[in-house]
């Protein structure tokens, strides 16, 4: 009988432990099993949900692949796998062929940190009744930003429409963007800033950081404009043929009031901060052969045009020859001139769109932009083109006939965000056909500007350090014009065939984007990019943001 207990007692001991055994091996295998799908599932979404980078070695679907359609990105270099992403960014829709340079724009624009910001601080919408385009361009903008920013895949078919930005434009110009016509880019942005200029002037003005920041004599920012005039006129009077070359470093200080006067009533006369963004100035220098007198004209600029050779050349080499010494023809000596009466004759600076155009005959010529000259009228430098006016004059006054004046360029004040226009075009009215020189002009995309060498404190010899203003600047769009030789009417106006345009621009993390209308491509070597032929040859509109 013990026995027999004792064996039921070890069976079910057995039974209970073999049940036990059982029962972990099961929920064991259930448990790996769940681990397993919910390992599948979460790869498996990884897989298809995760960002661009992930995807690289994916074979995309035909309509995401970037379409390397137009002529300027046939370069197979520009389609190598470690130079580009292939999956593309949100870009611009585009209505028809002649929005193509409007989109690129927008692109560069809204790249620019510091032109946002300002449009941040000075556009109060809640406040002040602007024009439609106003508020329309800040949400254009604002958008464009967002979407630099946007790295999901799921975003990658995401259009920005631009119907209603162009509807409030034609409404101020009715030619601008019809369709048989593609606008020149460098038109196109001198009319986007006159027409938010326009309406952004109703406000009471203010001068930017940057505007203050380069005058010297920081009183005459809290005059009004009335003592302003008066000052700029008596000024004019002190420098009105008294300035010689033998005597200029004593009418120094005149010469720095000048450029301070007519620094803050052209930015009076402009009427807006948003033009102060890109506001700077021109200091010319023009010298009579004769009787050694020099004359000062200030010009404003929203635009800095530096014309193209047919010579390869670093864009630092082509900012360079702005300083060159050239021989001027246009233009006569007030002080030994026979037209005295005409000479003597003064009038007020004018407006005339959205720049000062200086009529002071006796201190100021007449305006020779010697920089904009149509190619077959390039005038000719002299042989020390870098060198400035006062260090050589012995040389000058014996180099030229006696009837000549020779002129000096310089930078009198920076702009905040610098944007150069490389002057590819010329038109011949006579065969109505505009040609483009294809030049390579090396850029340096990573390489800080320094222009600080061009500025007219350096010619005037000024080593005080705080007369000497930082000039640095970081590249931060690039548009590019692949347009050839092409029949047109008028320089701006081409066929819409003729033009096409594509920007690389870098975003406010350092990372360059490649933009084509509707298609934007993440660039991972920008420096490689810049080197090629397509970039060198076509590189058009240059935006650069100054260093803080």
């Known amino acids: 009988m013990w026995l027999l207990s004792n064996v039921l007692f070890e069976f079910t001991i057995y039974l209970i432990v073999d049940n036990i055994t059982k029962f972990i091996l099961i929920n064991t295998k259930l448990f790996q099993l769940t681990i397993n799908c919910l390992y599948n599932f979460i790869s498996n979404y990884t897989h298809h949900y995760s960002s661009s980078k992930v995807l690289i070695a994916k074979r995309l679907p035909e309509k995401y692949l970037y379409s390397y359609h137009l002529k300027l990105t046939n370069d197979l270099r520009l389609q190598q ?78 259009l920005v429409g631009l119907s209603s930005f162009i509807s409030k434009l034609s409404t101020i110009y009715p030619d601008l963007l019809t369709k048989p016509t593609t606008p020149d880019i460098a038109e196109l942005f001198q009319c986007i800033t006159d027409a938010l200029n326009q309406s952004l002037s109703k406000q009471k003005l203010v001068y930017s950081k940057n505007v203050i920041g380069q005058v010297h004599n920081q009183k005459l920012t809290t005059l009004s404009l009335d003592f302003l005039n008066r000052m700029y006129i008596e000024t004019e009077a002190q420098l009105h043929n008294k300035v010689t070359v033998d005597n200029i470093d004593a009418q120094t200080s005149y010469i720095i009031q000048y450029i301070d006067l007519t620094w803050l009533l052209h930015h009076i006369q402009l009427g807006s901060i948003l033009k102060h963004t890109f506001s700077g100035q ?103 083109i870098s060198i400035p006016l006062s260090t050589h004059t012995s040389n000058l ?79 931060t769009g690039i548009c590019l014009n692949s347009s050839n030789n092409f029949h047109s009417s008028s320089m701006n106006q081409t066929n819409s065939n003729s033009k096409q345009y594509v920007c690389l621009y870098r975003t406010d993390n350092s990372q360059w984007f490649l933009s084509d209308n509707e298609h934007k491509t993440e660039i991972n070597e920008i420096d490689n990019i810049c080197r090629t032929l397509c970039v060198t040859e076509n590189c058009y509109l240059l935006f650069y943001e100054r260093c803080s």
């Open 81 to 158: 796998s470690s130079l580009v992403q292939l999956l593309p960014r949100p870009g611009i829709l585009k209505l028809h062929e002649t929005t193509c340079s409007l989109n690129i724009l927008l692109q560069s624009l809204a790249s620019l940190n510091s032109f946002y910001s300002s449009l941040q601080r000075n556009i109060n919408l809640s406040r002040f009744n602007y024009d439609p385009i106003v508020s329309t361009f800040l949400d254009l903008i604002s958008q464009l930003r967002a979407n630099h920013h946007t790295t999901e895949y799921k975003h990658a078919n995401t």
């Open 282 to 384: 021109l200091l010319h220098a023009y010298c009579c052969n004769k009787c050694s007198h020099v004359r000062f004209c200030a010009e404003p600029f929203q635009i800095l045009i530096l014309p193209v050779s047919k010579t390869t050349i670093t864009l630092e080499q082509l900012l360079s020859q702005l300083t060159k010494i050239e021989d001027v023809d246009s233009i006569s000596c007030s002080y030994c001139s026979s037209q005295t009466n005409q000479d003597l004759e003064r009038k007020s600076t004018v407006i005339k769109n959205g720049t000062i155009l200086t009529k002071t005959i006796p201190t100021l010529s007449p305006l020779v932009n010697t920089h904009i000259q149509p190619f077959d009228q390039a005038v000719s430098s002299t042989a020390n």
């Open 397 to 475: 006054a014996t180099s030229y006939k006696s009837d000549r004046m020779k002129c000096q360029t310089l930078i009198a004040n920076f702009p905040s965000i610098l944007c150069i226009q490389l002057k590819r075009l010329f038109y011949d009215p006579v065969s109505r056909t505009t040609t483009k020189l294809n030049t390579n002009i090396i850029i340096e995309p990573e390489k800080i500007l320094d222009l600080s060498h061009i500025h007219y404190t350096t010619w005037l010899g000024l080593i005080d350090s705080s007369m000497i203003i930082p000039a640095r600047y970081q590249l």
